[in-house]
């Protein structure tokens, strides 16, 4: 299918037919995911998604997530987990679902670390998303502060953060902390 038909599309596509390109058709993997982000930006407060699409969602994305490599697939899908997250209901949900599950809680904790030992300081090019010159790329990891932030509008957010934060934040920071004083 080309690109043009998919966007004229957009508009009509489920979350599942959604997450069904996603998966099966590579060649517009990124549209498709752009499209997906784009759906919960627009359909948060129509509240058109269900719980059900919630769950869904967060079950793929997250699998996704763990393996994926294309940075820009990366920030795409960290964007629709933010948009999608948004509303307190499904962040709720969203924390719930991983808290209940310790598959999704062990994806969940992969994508933290990814996070955390990615070092954009470290890359070639500078990072900043606030200037549009094709040479200074973004940053693929930005959005998943935003999500973490409307995670933590819930009790159940800040409980899984303190707990994220002093299993693999604390470590770290201790360790570049020893390596700065020697």
């Given at each position: 299918m080309t690109a043009s038909k998919l966007k004229i599309m957009e508009s009509t596509c489920t979350i599942r037919e959604l997450l069904l390109g996603i998966n099966l058709d590579q060649e517009n993997k990124l549209l498709w995911m752009q499209m997906l982000s784009n759906?919960?930006?627009?359909?948060?407060?129509?509240?058109?998604?269900?719980?059900?699409?919630?769950?869904?969602?967060?079950?793929?994305?997250?699998?996704?997530?763990?393996r994926e490599t294309d940075e820009e697939c990366v920030y795409t899908?960290?964007?629709?987990l933010s948009n999608m997250t948004i509303s307190e209901k499904n962040s709720e949900e969203f924390l719930t679902l991983i808290d209940s599950?310790?598959?999704?809680?062990?994806?969940?904790?992969?994508?933290?670390?990814?996070?955390?030992?990615?070092?954009p300081q470290l890359e070639i090019i500078n990072v900043d998303s606030n200037v549009s010159d094709d040479?200074?790329?973004?940053?693929?990891?930005?959005?998943?502060?935003?999500?973490?932030?409307?995670?933590?509008?819930?009790?159940?957010?800040?409980?899984?953060?303190?707990?994220s934060y002093l299993k693999h934040?604390?470590?770290?920071?201790?360790?570049?902390?020893t390596l700065k004083s020697i």
């Open positions: 759906k919960f930006a627009d359909d948060i407060e129509t509240s058109c998604i269900t719980l059900d699409e919630v769950r869904d969602c967060i079950r793929q994305v997250l699998a996704i997530l763990v899908l960290l964007l629709s599950d310790s598959h999704l809680m062990e994806q969940f904790e992969k994508i933290m670390k990814k996070f955390l030992d990615h070092n040479s200074i790329s973004m940053d693929p990891w930005q959005h998943l502060i935003s999500m973490v932030c409307n995670l933590c509008q819930v009790a159940l957010g800040r409980d899984l953060i303190v707990k934040i604390v470590p770290q920071v201790l360790v570049y902390i």
